[in-house]
């Protein structure tokens, strides 16, 4: 396994943690009933969209760098990055 294999592996692993986390934190806000709270949920789905975000643009840079990449593990890492937010 290439070092690039295996850092686009932990990569994907981000990027699908963060959109699980974020269905996590939509069904909590449809619930939450403490305004601190909620804001804080607020909060934090902004913060994990926004790093998602940042992902995509990593993604974006690695698809024209001059470095060896596995086109398979970008194209699965693109792929997860560009999916529509399962919330909004």
Do not use: H, K, N
Not at 8 to 18: H, T
Not at 36 to 46: D, F, I, K, Q, V
């Amino acid at each position: 396994m290439q070092a690039s294999t295996s850092a686009l592996g932990s990569l994907c692993g981000e990027a699908q943690a963060l959109r699980a986390r974020l269905v996590q934190i939509e069904a909590d806000q449809r619930r939450c009933q403490t305004p601190a709270l909620c804001r804080r949920l607020r909060r934090e789905s902004e913060q994990l969209i926004a790093r998602l975000a940042e992902l995509g643009r990593i993604a974006s840079w690695l698809q024209s760098a001059p470095i060896a990449v596995d086109r398979l593990s970008l194209a699965l890492f693109q792929e997860l990055c560009g999916r529509p937010l399962p919330c909004g």
